[in-house]
Structures are given as C-alpha cells and as structure tokens.
C-alpha cells in the first residue's frame, strides 16, 4: 500500500541553524511532493512543492529537495526562528487522482 | 485573499445527535474535502467532491455523510454522533488538474478547522 513516513519525534533546533525535515514514501509515483505548515488548532497552510522532474526547489529561507530515487524529499529551513516552530506536513500528489497523500507531520520547535 | 471558512470553531455535542458542519469557499475551486486530524494519525480523508452533487468516498467514510448542492458550500454530517468521532475536523478546497499535460499543481486551501467533541 502507499505509505509516506515522516519523523514522528519533534526536532529541536537552535535558532539561527538550519532545520531539515524527512518526508519518506514507499510504492507512490508522484507528480508532485508539497509541504505545509500546521500550527496549533489552525489548518495546514501552503507553503512549497516540487515536481517529480525538479531535485531543488527555493523560496526565501525555504529549500525543498526531491530525489525520486531514494523516494525522499528533504526540507530545509535556513536561519531558523522561534517563530518558524510548528508541525511541517508532506503531501504527495499523484497524476491519476484529485487526492493529496498526507505524512503524518514532524513538530519542528526553534529554541531561542 | 484566498478564503475556506467553516462553520464552527468548538462544538460540542452528545452522542447519538445529528451534527452538521458546513464549510465555504470562495476561490470557485472545483474540488472540496472532508477531513479528520487526529494526534499521531495525520490527515486522513473522508469524503470529497470534485463537481456540485458529486461526492466520492476517502479512506474513512464510515459514519459520516456529505452534501454538495452548491459549488461553494461542502456539507459533513454525522448521522448520529459517536464519542469516537472526537476530534479536529479539517475542510480544504483546490483546484481541479484534469489532465497530466495541464502541469497544474492541486494544492489545497484549508480552513481554520471544527474541533469536536462528542459526549
């Protein structure tokens, strides 16, 4: 069955260093891979997405990569913040269908 | 501005009730979602819609029902409440990519979300 895994474990990374996040999938094509951002009680917000023929993709402190061979995509928040700390969710999109394939999300906490 | 609003942020009811969420956006999306977020579980998907009264099953439609009469409008309803359908309910709207020459990404607009709980 398809399955995305992300770090269920919150990360802990200082201010000002970069964070990266893990977004793993198993027996998915997809055409897309995008990443949210969830903060407490609130829906998930847009925030990048990467397509199945791009390795890179940047937006201000924002760096998604997507390797199609390993099935992972990295995101990477540069000059990190308090203010970047909430839950990052991966989503995957495939060609063949109007649904998004959610991971479970990662809690990213900034410490000042 | 980009805008899915729903109709409650806390509800509370009692087991066995009939509860009604409603959700509406104004992006005139095509598609429309249902879901459920729960702690450790992600996002999993309920119902969606991809045209005005047409609805399609996700991965957890048991015990809920959608009505989509209007583009704009995506009713969840709950037929008879039960304690373990505690829990943050999510809507999103996106646009509808019909084919894969058409490059489009369908990212998803989501609202602020219905917590519920059930008693």
């Known amino acids: 069955s398809q399955k995305i895994e992300q770090n269920s474990e919150a990360l802990n990374i200082q201010e000002g260093k970069t964070a990266t996040l893990t977004c793993n999938y198993t027996n998915y094509s997809p055409a897309y891979l995008q990443w949210y951002r969830q903060d407490p009680g609130r829906g998930p917000v847009f925030l990048l997405l990467?397509?199945?023929n791009e390795k890179e993709k940047r937006k201000e402190r924002l760096k998604v990569t997507f390797d199609t061979t390993l099935k992972q995509s990295l995101f990477h928040i540069t000059a990190s913040q308090p203010a970047d700390s909430a839950t990052y969710l991966c989503a995957l999109e495939a060609w063949s269908n109007y649904q998004l394939i959610w991971g479970a999300g990662t809690k990213l906490i900034i410490k000042p | 501005d980009v805008k899915v609003t729903q109709s409650s942020r806390y509800l509370v009811k009692r087991t066995g009730e009939k509860v009604f969420l409603e959700c509406v956006q104004d992006?005139?999306?095509?598609?429309m979602f249902w879901y459920r977020q729960d702690p450790g579980l992600g996002l999993r998907l309920i119902y969606f819609s991809y045209d005005v009264k047409m609805k399609e099953k996700g991965d957890i439609p048991e015990g809920y029902s959608v009505s989509r009469e209007k583009k704009e409008r995506f009713s969840l309803i709950l037929e008879s409440a039960s304690t373990n359908q505690t829990s943050m309910y999510l809507c999103?709207?996106?646009?509808?990519?019909?084919?894969?020459?058409?490059?489009?990404?369908?990212?998803?607009?989501f609202g602020p979300g219905t917590r519920l709980t059930v008693l």
């Open positions: 992006m005139d999306h095509e598609n």
């Open positions: 999103a709207s996106s646009l509808r990519r019909t084919t894969r020459t058409s490059g489009r990404a369908v990212t998803q607009y």
């Open positions: 990467i397509r199945e």
